[in-house]
């Protein structure tokens, strides 16, 4: 199964830029990076994947990195609601396996 | 459109009962799945169906086996169940191999 490894827990302030690494060494040629986040009380929810080039949409932005063995899931601005345990993720065949996770933890 | 639903929503067993959670999703996905998530942990995969008719193991299947009946409907059965079953279990469908629809939770409770 393919692996990902993230921090335990992460600080940032309030109305700045977090950015949330994630080592994926053994990733393969058609592995997708997909990245969730769980609230609290709630079940995951979808945030951004991508494949080889850096995404971009209304939630966050993807950073990819040339040879694909990490990324970074990057929010231009913190707000408190983003206070969750995020997932980065490899979707092999469609198997999507979730790690432990990093939890966010956003200060005002 | 209702998404991903769970039924039911809270349970509470005695060792050795069985049950079986159900889970029906009307976006016309392909995938679907079955986690487990224990208090303070991440989501561990249970089982997986890629399509209609095939289930696959995922991370820790024992003690749990599943039906696809349909396109539609992935249920997950417990035979017998175990205090370390206690947790809470969602089911997902998956739309287009990327983006995952979860359903709001069964909390189960086996004493």
């Known amino acids: 199964d393919a692996k990902t490894t993230q921090p335990n827990s992460m600080e940032s302030n309030e109305e700045e830029p977090v950015h949330l690494p994630c080592n994926h060494s053994t990733i393969s040629g058609t592995d997708y990076i997909h990245w969730y986040r769980q609230l609290p009380s709630q079940g995951p929810e979808y945030v951004i994947h991508?494949?080889?080039s850096n995404v971009n949409n209304r939630m966050a932005s993807l950073a990819i990195a040339e040879d694909r063995k990490s990324s970074t899931l990057i929010l231009h601005r913190a707000t408190l609601r983003d206070a969750a345990v995020y997932y980065c993720?490899?979707?092999?065949?469609?198997?999507?396996?979730f790690g432990k996770g990093t939890r966010l933890h956003i200060l005002p | 459109n209702a998404g991903v639903t769970q039924t039911p929503k809270f349970q509470v067993l005695k060792t050795g009962q069985s049950m079986t959670l159900q889970c029906a999703q009307d976006?016309?996905?392909?995938?679907m799945y079955w986690y487990r998530q224990d208090p303070g942990m991440g989501l561990r995969l249970i089982y997986y169906?890629?399509?209609?008719?095939?289930?696959d193991k995922g991370e820790v299947p024992n003690g749990y086996n599943v039906s696809r009946l349909n396109k539609r409907e992935f249920s997950l059965r417990l035979e017998s169940a175990a205090p370390s079953q206690t947790s809470v279990y969602f089911c997902?469908?998956?739309?287009?191999?990327?983006?995952?629809?979860f359903g709001p939770g069964t909390r189960l409770t086996v004493t």
């Open positions: 993720i490899l979707n092999r065949d469609d198997k999507i396996i």
């Open positions: 991508g494949l080889t």
């Open positions: 169906s890629a399509s209609e008719g095939t289930t």
């Open positions: 976006m016309n996905h392909n995938s």
């Open positions: 997902a469908s998956l739309r287009d191999s990327y983006e995952q629809y």
